[in-house]
C-alpha cells in the first residue's frame, strides 16, 4: 500500500468466514437470562417460539467461533463487504495531531449503517427454518430498513413497529422500509392489544423503542409462522456484528499498525461489540494492551448513570429480564437526534466489560457531538450518523490531548453509519437552534428487588 492511500482495502474472498463468540473468553460465565414469570433462569425452549431456532442456540453457545453459512456469506459479498479502513489523514493535519487515527467506515451499504450484518443473517436463519413473517421494532428507523432490505434479499415478509414520534417526524427511513416491501407501524399501533390499551389511554402516545419492542413481540407470538427479530443488544447480535472487528485487525495487519485505543458508540452495544470485541479476546488474553472507550448520550446515560442489574428489554415487561446496565424500562429518553442511542439498556456483555473495567465509558451532550461531527465533515467528507459523532466527539479530544503531550498513539474507532438521513439535525444545528436534553428522572420502578431473584 503507498504511504498516502487513504483507504485500506480487502478483497471480496477476505470477508471473515467466522463470527467471534467473546462468551467463550470471558472470565465468567455471564448471568443468565430470567423469565419475566417466575424470575428463575429462563428456559431456552420457551425462547423457540420467538426466535429463530439457531438465533436462540447461539445466544447462549459458548463455542469461541460459529461458522458463517455461505448463503450469509454470499449475502456479505453482496452488501458490498468487507468495508474501507480509512486513515483520516485530513482530520489529523487540521488537528496537527501526532496521533495516527484509523475509522472502519460501514456505511457503504445501501441501508446506510452496520445493522445489515446481523440483519441478513437474521432474515437467513428464520427463511431457512421456514419462517414467512418476521416482526421488530425500530426507533429513528436504520434497524427497520436494515430488516426490510435483509427481508427482501431473502424473499421473506418484514412488519416493523416504528416508534410514533419518529415515524412522523422521520418519513425518510420509512419510506425506504416500504420501498424495500416492509409494513411499517407507527407504534403503539392499533395491531396489538398492548397498543391498543396505551392508545386508550393517550391517543397521542408518543411511543418509545420499549413499547414498540412490545408490540413486535407480542405480534410475533399471535401469529403463525412469525418470528421475531432484535437488532442490538443481545449476544448474537453482537457476534454477528465481530465481521467488523475482524477486517479491522487484517487491515491494520496491512498497514503494520497495532491499536493503542479502540473507540465506538453504543446505543444497545452492537455495532461497538462488532468492532472491539475479537481485539478484547486478545485484551483478555494478555495479548494487547490497548484502551476500549464506549461513546453514549449524556440525555441517555446507561452504562455512566445506569445501574447494573437485572431489567426488562421492554415497556410491557414481556421479554426476559437480562442482567445490564440500565436507567430502567420505564426511562423516558429525551428525544435526541441520535435516535440509535435512545434505549434504556446496554448488550449484557458490553454491561459487564464496563462493569469489570475492562472498558471506560463517556457521555457527550447533543451540541458538542455535532461539532465534532461537522469537524469531521469538513476534514473527511463524509457526513456522520449523529450516533457515530460521539466517539468522534471522543477522538478529536484525544487527537488534541496527544498534541499537547506529544504523544504518538493509534486511534481506532468504528464509524458506524452516514448521518444523509439526518440532514434536519444538522440544520438545526447549523442554524445555532440545537438545543441539549439533562437526562430525565430515574427511579427504576421496574426493577425487581434484588433479593426477590434467588
Ligand atoms: C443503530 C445505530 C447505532 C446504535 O446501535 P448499536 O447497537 O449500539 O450499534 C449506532 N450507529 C448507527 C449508525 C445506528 O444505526
Redesign the pocket.
Known amino acids: 500500500m503507498a504511504s498516502m492511500d487513504r483507504a485500506i482495502f480487502l478483497d471480496q474472498d477476505d470477508i471473515p468466514t467466522r463470527w467471534y463468540n467473546i462468551q467463550a473468553d470471558l472470565p465468567e460465565r455471564l448471568p443468565p437470562p430470567l423469565d419475566p414469570e417466575t424470575l428463575q433462569p429462563v428456559n431456552p425452549e420457551k425462547l423457540l417460539r420467538v426466535f429463530a431456532k439457531e438465533l436462540v442456540m447461539q445466544e447462549v453457545s459458548q463455542e469461541r467461533y460459529i461458522k458463517i453459512p455461505d448463503e450469509v456469506l454470499e449475502a456479505y459479498r453482496w452488501l458490498p463487504r468487507p468495508t474501507p479502513l480509512y486513515r483520516a489523514r485530513k482530520l489529523e493535519e487540521y488537528l496537527k495531531t501526532p496521533a495516527r487515527i484509523y475509522y472502519k467506515w460501514?456505511?457503504t451499504n445501501p441501508a446506510?449503517?452496520?445493522?445489515p450484518n446481523t440483519a441478513l443473517a437474521q432474515a437467513y436463519y428464520n427463511a431457512k427454518q421456514g419462517i414467512e413473517d418476521l416482526t421488530t421494532e425500530t426507533?429513528?428507523g436504520?434497524?427497520g430498513s436494515?430488516l426490510a432490505m435483509a427481508a427482501a434479499y431473502f424473499g421473506i415478509r418484514a412488519r416493523v413497529y416504528m416508534v410514533s414520534a419518529s415515524y412522523n417526524q422521520k418519513p425518510g427511513r420509512r419510506v425506504m422500509m416500504e420501498t424495500w416491501g416492509a409494513k411499517c407501524f407507527s407504534s403503539p399501533s392499533e395491531q396489538t392489544s398492548y397498543g391498543k390499551k396505551l392508545l386508550q389511554e393517550d391517543p397521542s402516545n408518543p411511543g418509545s423503542l420499549g413499547i414498540a419492542i412490545s408490540e413486535a413481540v407480542e405480534d410475533a407470538v399471535t401469529h403463525e409462522n412469525t418470528r421475531y427479530t432484535l437488532?442490538?443488544?443481545l449476544n448474537h447480535?453482537l457476534m454477528h456484528?465481530t465481521v467488523i472487528g475482524q477486517e479491522v485487525e487484517k487491515q491494520l495487519e496491512i498497514v503494520d499498525e497495532t491499536p493503542d485505543l479502540l473507540v465506538?458508540?453504543?446505543?444497545?452495544?452492537?455495532?461497538?461489540?462488532?468492532f472491539c470485541l475479537p481485539f478484547m479476546g486478545k485484551k483478555l488474553k494478555g495479548k494487547l494492551n490497548a484502551k476500549f472507550v464506549a461513546c453514549e448520550s449524556s440525555a441517555v446515560p446507561h452504562t455512566t448513570k445506569g445501574k447494573y442489574t437485572y431489567d426488562y428489554g421492554d415497556t410491557g415487561h414481556l421479554t426476559p429480564l437480562l442482567k445490564m446496565l440500565t436507567l430502567g424500562s420505564e426511562y423516558r429518553n429525551p428525544p435526541i437526534h441520535?435516535?440509535?442511542?435512545r434505549?434504556h439498556g446496554m448488550?449484557p456483555i458490553i454491561s459487564y466489560l464496563i462493569q469489570r473495567g475492562y472498558m471506560e465509558s463517556h457521555a457527550y451532550s447533543q451540541t458538542a457531538i455535532f461539532d465534532a461531527a461537522t469537524t469531521f465533515a469538513r476534514t473527511e467528507g463524509i457526513i456522520p450518523?449523529p450516533?457515530?459523532a460521539h466517539e468522534i466527539r471522543y477522538v478529536i479530544d484525544e487527537a488534541i490531548r496527544c498534541k499537547k503531550e506529544n504523544e504518538e498513539e493509534v486511534i481506532v474507532f468504528n464509524n458506524?453509519?452516514?448521518g444523509l438521513l439526518d440532514l434536519s439535525a444538522y440544520e438545526l444545528y447549523n442554524s445555532g437552534k440545537l438545543k441539549d436534553y439533562q437526562p430525565t428522572e430515574f427511579n427504576y420502578p421496574s426493577i425487581v428487588k434484588e433479593e426477590e431473584m434467588q
Open positions: 460501514e456505511g446506510g449503517s452496520h445493522k426507533g429513528a436504520q434497524w436494515a437488532g442490538s443488544v447480535v456484528q465506538g458508540n453504543i446505543g444497545g452495544g452492537s455495532n461497538f461489540g462488532g441520535a435516535g440509535g442511542l434505549y448488550a450518523a450516533e457515530s458506524s453509519g452516514h
